[in-house]
């Protein structure tokens, strides 16, 4: 088993900016990718950002280009979302998630993760 242990989120106005870490524990594969996806009220979980975690390919949903970056530690086993130019849209709950194996472009479907970290909350005041 693999555990996602999530960081950051909160309450920021429009425009500012927000960090979430998620730090990956326990069972070590040869390779795998990380993502980031977020749930908003009444909402399906939407992908947003991911990354192979020994480099390669990124991937971002259209939504936050440009905005948001996932970016990776190897030595804190870390992945990071650095979201700026914040909307009221982007509200929701994060995830972070992770799937064993290198894949070109990292996959953007919920059902590829086999482990999810609790999530956290982000809200954007407008």
């Known amino acids: 088993q693999v555990q996602l242990v999530q960081s950051g989120g909160g309450l920021v106005q429009a425009g500012g900016s927000l960090r979430l870490s998620c730090a990956a524990s326990?069972?070590?594969?040869?390779?795998?990718?990380m993502a980031w996806f977020r749930q908003a009220p009444g909402k399906e979980r939407e992908f947003v950002a991911a990354?192979?975690?020994?480099?390669?390919?990124?991937d971002y949903a259209d939504s936050v280009k440009g905005r948001f970056t996932i970016s990776t530690d190897n030595a804190k086993n870390t992945v990071y979302l650095q979201m700026n130019s914040l909307k009221p849209e982007d509200t929701a709950v994060y995830y972070c998630?992770?799937?064993?194996?290198?894949?070109?472009?990292?996959?953007?479907?919920?059902?590829?993760?086999?482990?999810w970290g609790r999530g956290t909350q982000v809200t954007v005041s407008s």
């Open positions: 326990g069972r070590t594969f040869r390779s795998y990718a």
């Open positions: 990354i192979n975690w020994s480099g390669g390919s990124t």
């Open positions: 998630a992770l799937y064993p194996g290198h894949w070109d472009p990292p996959g953007r479907s919920i059902y590829e993760y086999d482990y």
